[in-house]
């Protein structure tokens, strides 16, 4: 649902109310390369869940095309419940971040909850729905990304220096955790702990407070991974998986003979051998080894490159995001990332040999119904958050023309001289286009509005205290045409040639390449004298002030020796 924004006074200020386009109006773009790398995936998704899934549907007598058309109806549901986040306001999800972290505990218990989960080879990680299981853990993530987008915002200052705000995400990523270990499901416990940490720090948290949680969370999560013999059975045919290539390491080998047979273009679509009953789970969480088999090299390279793109620009409109403030979407843009590329890197990884075996599909790729859904919902939120980022920008540079001021241009008559041109301020100091007007105020570059005089602050030497009169007197010489008539004027004594400078005070040279010559005669400015007291005559000597040692010599002049007329004249013109 799309709430309305707070009305702007400012836009349309300055225009008819038919022609200002109000702030409410604006609306956003999603974004279309986004959209296209999200259609792109699914789309090799559906071929290749048709393509690897043929055989296992006709070997339980289902139908050749049973799994493709409930890979495809959740991906139709998928896209409706992303048409719903695109259409929903982020500010809407913001609000009811905190009931989606209790229905992240809530979908975790009912797994527990007999006739509601669903144990599928001694797991139980699924709820039955009637139509089908639906694995509660592919609901938590997203739910758990936008509690803790909402949490990052609420808390971003605190973050970055306090510990509290740390350990309580981490608190609960480690509550959901050991209800995930109970089921158990250890790989999507290890995903969720990951995105955790990845948000925290994205999200402003020190790099160093980090350091501590995961000092003391990975030894944890080692001891957990430990305790279960299957899970160390898994650890050591992943180092050696031909050691026992038809038991433990059956799996992983007739992965890497898959890989293997497609060298560097494949064998072809629909060619796979492999997928014909020798490798377990060939349309599920070993679906990237088939592509490898049928499109070699080429194929498993488009693949990576279409989730290294899509993760790309996920964190490009998660930074564009925060450059607007809006912090939630960026959270938001920077969770999904991170989700997405870590399970598609531990899900290649186990095709490849590279990582030990966990139950982790290919997002939008591997068949799974509420692995599907939930992938394929996540795009509509990301392309919710690119279209607010674009509106934002588009309200900020409507913002920024409406409040720039407008200037009315008017044609000129034909009977009328032309006007010299109009130049910025900055090309009349350097002598640009106004040099030939000797830099007056009112010639043209000046406009038909004298240009307001730049005061500066003078301490007066009479009583301490600052006047603003620089440039009192350039006012009097403009408002005075007595006064006016020897500057002529001028604005900038520096711009004229010493020739017609008329004595004016630090005159300039035109002549290129030359040092500018100071005049010999110029126009010299009286200091203001410091009112002094009028100082008291001295006892014994009539006509004569009592001088001070430190204005005048110790010893008298030969006029005051002397005892003439008119020695106490002199002598006030001098302390004068």
């Known amino acids: 649902m799309n709430l309305p924004l707070r009305s702007n006074p400012a836009i349309g200020a300055n225009q008819s109310p038919g022609q200002a386009l109000r702030i409410e109006a604006i609306t956003g773009r999603y974004d279309p390369v986004l959209a296209t790398l999200a259609i792109l995936i699914a789309g090799i998704g559906v071929v290749m869940v048709g393509s690897s899934s043929i055989a296992v549907a006709e070997g339980l007598k289902l139908g050749p095309f049973y799994f493709l058309i409930r890979h495809v109806v959740f991906v139709l549901g998928g896209v409706g419940i992303a048409i719903a986040l695109m259409r929903t306001e982020l500010k809407w999800l913001e609000q009811r971040s905190r009931m989606m972290l209790l229905l992240c505990f809530l979908l975790l218990a009912s797994v527990f909850v007999p006739g509601v989960g669903r144990t599928v080879n001694g797991a139980k990680r699924w709820i039955n729905l009637g139509f089908s299981n639906f694995q509660v853990v592919e609901a938590v993530k997203p739910m758990l990304i936008v509690w803790l987008s909402s949490y990052l915002v609420r808390y971003r200052e605190e973050i970055q220096h306090r510990w509290w705000p740390i350990l309580k995400p981490v608190g609960i990523a480690l509550g959901l955790v050991i209800m995930l270990l109970a089921q158990p499901d250890f790989g999507s416990a290890s995903l969720i702990l990951a995105v955790t940490g990845g948000m925290l720090l994205l999200g402003g948290a020190s790099l160093i407070r980090l350091f501590g949680p995961v000092v003391v969370g990975l030894p944890a999560l080692a001891a957990v991974a ?11 045919s992943f180092l050696d998986p031909w050691a026992d290539p038809f038991k433990d390491g059956f799996q992983l080998t007739q992965a890497l003979i898959a890989v293997g047979r497609g060298q560097w273009f494949g064998v072809g679509l629909g060619g796979s051998v492999q997928k014909l009953f020798y490798l377990p789970e060939a349309h599920t969480d070993f679906i990237l080894a088939v592509i490898a088999e049928e499109l070699g090299f080429a194929g498993v390279l488009v693949v990576v490159l279409l989730y290294a793109a899509f993760t790309a620009r996920c964190m490009v409109l998660g930074m564009r995001a925060a450059a607007l403030g809006r912090h939630f979407a960026a959270n938001c843009a920077f969770g999904v990332s991170l989700w997405f590329s870590l399970q598609a890197l531990v899900s290649i990884g186990v095709n490849l040999g590279l990582l030990p075996t966990k139950g982790l599909t290919l997002p939008m790729i591997s068949y799974g119904g509420s692995s599907v859904l939930m992938s ?190 008119g020695t106490g004249r002199a002598v006030d013109r001098r302390l004068a």
């Open 226 to 236: 430990m305790s279960q013999a299957y899970r160390v059975r898994r650890m050591t």
């Open 376 to 565: 394929v919902a996540v795009i509509g939120l990301m392309l919710r958050v690119s279209y607010e980022v674009d509106r934002a920008q588009r309200q900020v540079a409507r913002a920024r023309a409406d409040a720039m001021p407008f200037e009315t241009v008017s044609e000129p008559t034909p009977s009328a001289a032309p006007q010299p041109a109009q130049a910025p301020v900055g090309q009349r100091d350097r002598g640009g286009p106004c040099a030939a007007t000797h830099g007056l105020i009112n010639a043209g570059c000046g406009g038909t509005k004298r240009e307001e005089l730049k005061k500066k602050p003078v301490k007066s030497r009479a009583n301490g205290v600052r006047r603003r009169f620089a440039g009192a007197g350039a006012r009097a010489r403009t408002q005075n045409p007595a006064r006016r008539a020897p500057t002529h004027g001028l604005r900038n004594f520096g711009r004229l040639a010493a020739s017609t400078t008329h004595g004016l005070r630090n005159p300039r040279t035109a002549a290129p390449g030359r040092r500018p010559r100071r005049a010999r005669h110029r126009r010299r400015i009286p200091a203001r004298a410091p009112a002094r007291r009028a100082p008291a005559p001295a006892r014994g000597l009539p006509g004569i002030p009592a001088l001070s040692r430190s204005r005048w010599p110790r010893r008298p002049t030969s006029a005051a020796r002397s005892g003439r007329a």
